[in-house]
């Protein structure tokens, strides 16, 4: 996507369409002003593109990229599939999805289709079509945008349509009837099916479903989303292959499995929108990046933002000054090769009026526009990391089908404690309500993080062979072959961390008999008879046998305990309370050259801290001490380093730099020794190689 060889993308979604034509020429002075370099258009834009079925209008959008280009500014180019038309949803009113509880939604907002509508996918072929021909030459095009967002409000369907078509997704899948009855196990409260047909889309019953019914169905919705981002890529490929394509996804949404997207995906790009109000919504965007930037091994996108405040929250708290700098210098930190935002200039109609924007309503005299400009204009002095990387020697695993098991993303209140709600919304049986799966790799990830070494998050399946430390938090799902791999990882030399509740289940959620951790109990040298999760407000204790070796004596841990035993291996520390009192909490297991841990509890951060610290010094990781409230991160390339130091605090802090003199690109000044930095401060330090003292 480096059309202008280095540069990192600075602009927005902007809307032209909202304005009369007289705005247009000042948002071109406003975005010159602003360094933009690049513009997503057209992501909304379907009726006016085509205000009927025979009709295509792209008069306005040449007028539009035209000037663009003529002030050499970019185009990300949407495909506008996320909202169809209303001439088209009132001819089939059948392309409207159907939610979990079988009402169909009514027109009147974005993504009302149906993910497996045909005829929504025909309409859709031939407006991208359209654009593919019409645009491929266009100088200003140098991204296509596709769609927005999939799932974001109609992810899951349960229509008539998806019902037949999960048939024969299924049919395919198990091939014959028996197979599918074994693997979903209906022969419990007597659901056994005779025919395909028998078998509907798991709506909203009268209580618990079946769970592995239910994962199938995730499965096959997941795998729909992908199938119609594959229809508009294959146009794409087709007409216009020198013009790279991404969809903007939404970090931590497990509507789909993002891996999917592996392989007909040039540009990973996502919208991260932390909220101001969290206190840890530093480590919530780091790992949402962290992400992102995994799925493919390379730089991301940050294709949106907010300048200052959102819309959807109950009460949306704006973005202090100094706030949307450093969280756009920490998406680049993580890999983003991009700062772009959610919106070019504040809407005066619709639903997103409130929202902030580049341009808000008071216009450019405001603090939030002079922010932008400030930042726009810092972004041309660091050019030079654009395309460099990320080297981390940790890797946490995120598994979908594990999160899908333990979590359901669709089902309204689905985690209440409420048990009637909780059983009707979601059917999918897990041991508490409490635990949820992204919360658990956020603990794994907030502990590494805190030491500013990098980690990448990465899909379970893929190869991890290259990693020293993988972590593989709540893996509740083994599928074949992972413990295999884990267990040539660990013989030749790895750390493997599992915890609780992980190896239950086979890949038809079926439990593995005689001790969990099911297939990793040989490399963790362990077998758990029991798990007790634990109420809110309550806990034991980890009890460390260890002597010291940088740990206290004792911390709290919560959530889920387990009765464990051991076969192999050592055990660290034991439960202090309970009737599992003394029984193992941690265990080390050395297995070849290598060591697996299990953690049969969600010990505190404390622990956490002092967890990763034991294995940064067995696997002789180096932890800079610099300030709690600073993060530090380094990309990388062709053996030059830039160091990133972000201070998420409200003082003034001074760090500490190793050894040797740097540039820091935002102010040009030389620096050795020490790094002082303000609230909200951000440095970049390229380390100056030792041929250019
Ligand atoms: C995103 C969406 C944008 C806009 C934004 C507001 O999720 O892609 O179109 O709605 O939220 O925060």
């Keep these: 996507m480096q059309s202008n060889n280095q540069i990192i993308r600075f602009g927005a979604d902007y809307f032209p369409e909202q304005w009369p034509e007289s705005v247009w020429e000042d948002d071109i002075r406003l ?25 295509f209008n792209f008069g306005w959008l040449d007028q539009i990229m035209d000037l663009l280009a003529g002030h050499e500014i970019d185009v990300c180019l949407g495909t506008s599939t996320a909202a169809q038309p209303n001439w088209l949803t009132r001819k089939h009113p059948d392309l409207l999805f159907v939610r979990e509880n079988g009402l169909q939604v009514a027109p009147g907002s974005r993504q009302t289709f149906c993910v497996n509508s045909p005829v929504y996918r025909d309409a859709l072929r031939k407006l991208v079509r359209a654009l593919a021909e019409h645009y491929a030459g266009h100088s200003a095009l140098k991204l296509w945008h596709i769609n927005n967002e999939y799932a974001n409000k109609n992810g899951m369907c349960f ?28 022969v419990f409260w007597g659901e056994k099916y005779f025919k395909w047909d028998e078998i509907n889309a798991p709506r909203a019953s009268s209580g618990a479903r079946n769970g592995t019914k239910l994962l199938d169905y995730k499965r096959f919705i997941s795998e729909s989303i992908h199938g119609l981002y594959t229809e508009e890529v294959n146009i794409f490929r087709e007409l216009t292959p020198h013009i790279p394509v991404t969809t903007n996804f939404e970090g931590d949404w497990n509507k789909f499995d993002h891996a999917l997207f592996r392989e007909n995906l ?55 000054p100094g706030l949307m700098r450093l969280w756009s210098y920490q998406a680049i930190a993580h890999g983003s090769d991009s700062v772009m935002f959610f919106q070019w200039r504040a809407s005066r109609k619709g639903a997103e009026k409130y929202h902030s924007a580049m341009v808000p309503h008071y216009g450019e005299k405001s603090r939030i526009f002079s ?40 089902g309204s209140g689905s985690k209440s404690l409420d048990n009637e709600t ?39 399946h893929y190869d991890f062979s290259k990693y020293d430390i993988v972590i593989a938090p709540l893996l509740h799902m083994v599928k074949p072959g992972f413990a295999d791999a884990v267990e040539t990882f660990v013989g030749s030399g790895g750390t493997f961390v599992a915890t609780y509740l992980s190896g239950l289940v086979d890949e038809y959620v079926g439990v593995f008999p005689e001790g969990y951790p099911g297939p990793l109990k040989k490399v963790c040298g362990i077998a758990v008879e029991e798990f007790d999760p634990i109420q809110p407000g309550s806990g034991n204790r980890i009890i460390m046998n260890t002597g010291s070796n940088g740990f206290q004596k004792e ?32 265990t080390e297991n050395r297995y070849g050259k290598g060591k697996a841990y299990y953690i049969a509890t969600r010990p505190d951060e404390v622990f956490m801290r002092d967890f990763a610290k034991m294995l940064f010094r067995e696997m002789c990781i180096s932890v800079r001490d610099i300030p709690e409230t600073v993060e530090h991160s380094i990309r990388s390339h062709n053996g030059q380093s830039y160091e990133f130091y972000l201070n998420h605090g409200c003082d003034e802090v001074t760090i500490r730099l190793p050894s040797g003199q740097y540039t820091d690109l935002l102010t040009g000044e030389l620096c050795e020794g020490i790094l002082k930095l303000e609230q909200l401060g951000v440095s970049i330090l390229r380390r100056m190689k030792s041929n250019e003292k």
Excluded at 283 to 308: C, D, I, N, T, V
Excluded at 375 to 403: F, P, V
Excluded at 429 to 453: C, G, K, M, T, W
Excluded at 558 to 584: D, R
């Design 555 to 586: 911390y709290h841990c919560s959530v889920c305990c387990e009765v464990v035993h051991v076969t192999e291996a050592n055990i660290l520390a034991c439960f202090g309370n309970h009737y599992y009192a003394g029984y193992p909490c941690i």
């Design 159 to 186: 229509c008539r349509n998806c019902e037949t078509a999960f048939q024969e997704w299924l049919r395919s899948r198990y091939e014959t009837l028996d197979r599918l009855n074994d693997a979903w196990g209906t």
């Design 371 to 410: 922010e932008i400009v400030q930042l726009g204009n810092e972004l041309k002095k660091i050019r030079e990391i654009a395309g460099t990387g990320i080297k981390s020697r940790i890797a946490i695993l995120m598994d979908n089908d594990s999160w899908w098991t333990v979590d359901n993303p669709y």
């Design 422 to 460: 909780f059983w009707a919304a979601n059917g999918q049986p897990f041991p508490s309500v409490l635990i949820r799966y992204f919360d658990e790799l956020q603990h794994y990830f907030n502990a590494f993080h805190s030491l500013n070494a990098a980690v990448d998050v990465i899909p379970a």
């Design 266 to 320: 040039d540009v990973v790009s996502w919208n991260s929108y932390p909220n101001p109000l969290d206190p840890k919504a530093r480590y919530w965007a780091a790992m949402r990046h962290a992400m992102m930037r995994s799925l493919l091994g390379k730089p991301f996108m940050l294709m949106e933002q907010a300048p200052s405040q959102v819309d959807w929250y109950p009460v949306n708290v704006s973005k202090p």
């Design 31 to 55: 975005m010159k002003q602003a360094g933009v370099n690049m513009v997503s258009l057209a992501i909304f834009s379907w009726a006016l593109l085509q205000p009927d079925e025979q009709t």
